[in-house]
């Protein structure tokens, strides 16, 4: 595992790089997309078993920090989603350069699912692969979802608090920023209404069913391609959410195994 820092000027992203296993037959490569506030804490334990079940697969794999969270310069007011695609499109090419792949698979959790999957749609030429794991479909449901107490209560994610104007507005959720901006992009998410556009072959893959996932599907199903794309349901505990009785950092293994066999 190699840690570093990669971006231009001011924008610095800090990176964790491991190869494919020795012996591997081609170049396959992963950028690992996370999940934003609490859901990025509680899931970073899965993200690093991806990580280390690709490598054994055969796949050098880049996860890396968004501008302005975790190891990352830059602070959470600044950004906001077409920032952060930007970070994915300089993660493709770090790792390309890197690796020396012609193409990269993009495998993108929650919030970094909807990231993924713009980005994938834009950059046809580079991404070959795209698996959306528990995305955020509808961003009017996900906005909701993260500031209504009675299910913060019930996912685990405290309550959410104003913040002063001049500290950007907006809320805090568990000491993470989530400015007016921030939210009014979440809002327009609608990976529905994008998905027809990417080109890549595509796996969704979920722990649980939600609402938004009936319209993902018929948007999948409308697509021409083959083989069919659809929203895949494996049930198990989801790995950015807090339960009493499982605690932060549950790994659902089923789902991990699910996406490196079909990246394989």
């Given at each position: 595992?190699?840690?570093?820092?990669?971006?231009?000027?001011?924008?610095?992203?800090?990176?964790?790089?491991?190869?494919?296993?020795?012996?591997?037959?081609?170049?396959?490569?992963?950028?690992?997309?996370?999940?934003?506030?609490?859901?990025?804490?509680?899931?970073?334990?899965?993200?690093?078993?991806?990580?280390?079940?690709?490598?054994?697969?055969?796949?050098?794999?880049?996860?890396?920090?968004?501008?302005?969270?975790?190891?990352?310069?830059?602070?959470?007011?600044?950004?906001?989603?077409?920032?952060?695609?930007?970070?994915?499109?300089?993660?493709?090419?770090?790792?390309?350069?890197?690796?020396?792949?012609?193409?990269?698979?993009?495998?993108?959790?929650?919030?970094?699912?909807?990231?993924?999957?713009?980005?994938?749609?834009?950059?046809?030429?580079?991404?070959?692969?795209?698996?959306?794991?528990?995305?955020?479909?509808?961003?009017?449901?996900?906005?909701?979802?993260?500031?209504?107490?009675?299910?913060?209560?019930?996912?685990?994610?405290?309550?959410?608090?104003?913040?002063?104007?001049?500290?950007?507005?907006?809320?805090?959720?568990?000491?993470?920023?989530?400015?007016?901006?921030?939210?009014?992009?979440?809002?327009?998410?609608?990976?529905?209404?994008?998905?027809?556009?990417?080109r890549a072959r595509t796996e969704?893959?979920?722990?649980?069913?939600?609402?938004?996932?009936?319209?993902?599907?018929?948007?999948?199903?409308?697509?021409?391609?083959?083989?069919?794309?659809?929203?895949?349901?494996?049930?198990?505990?989801?790995?950015?959410?807090?339960?009493?009785?499982?605690?932060?950092?549950?790994?659902?293994?089923?789902?991990?195994?699910?996406?490196?066999?079909?990246?394989?």
């Amino acid at each position: 595992m190699t840690p570093f820092y990669f971006g231009t000027g001011s924008r610095r992203l800090f990176g964790l790089y491991t190869p494919a296993r020795v012996g591997a037959v081609g170049i396959r490569s992963v950028v690992l997309c996370p999940a934003w506030g609490q859901e990025y804490l509680r899931a970073h334990r899965s993200m690093r078993q991806l990580a280390n079940m690709l490598n054994s697969a055969g796949f050098h794999v880049l996860r890396f920090d968004y501008f302005g969270t975790g190891d990352s310069a830059g602070d959470m007011t600044q950004a906001d989603l077409a920032g952060w695609e930007g970070d994915i499109g300089a993660a493709i090419d770090e790792l390309k350069d890197t690796c020396g792949a012609s193409r990269v698979a993009l495998v993108g959790l929650r919030l970094g699912g909807a990231l993924a999957a713009r980005v994938a749609a834009r950059r046809a030429s580079d991404v070959d692969a795209l698996v959306l794991w528990d995305p955020v479909v509808d961003g009017r449901a996900y906005v909701d979802e993260i500031m209504l107490t009675g299910k913060q209560k019930a996912l685990g994610l405290g309550r959410s608090t104003q913040r002063a104007a001049d500290q950007g507005g907006g809320h805090e959720i568990l000491g993470f920023p989530l400015t007016e901006r921030l939210a009014d992009d979440f809002s327009k998410i609608d990976v529905a209404a994008q998905i027809g556009s990417v080109r890549a072959r595509t796996e969704v893959v979920v722990s649980h069913t939600l609402a938004s996932h009936g319209g993902l599907a018929a948007a999948l199903a409308a697509y021409a391609g083959q083989p069919p794309r659809a929203v895949e349901l494996i049930e198990s505990q989801a790995a950015w959410i807090n339960v009493k009785e499982v605690g932060s950092g549950a790994v659902p293994v089923k789902i991990l195994q699910r996406i490196v066999q079909w990246l394989a």
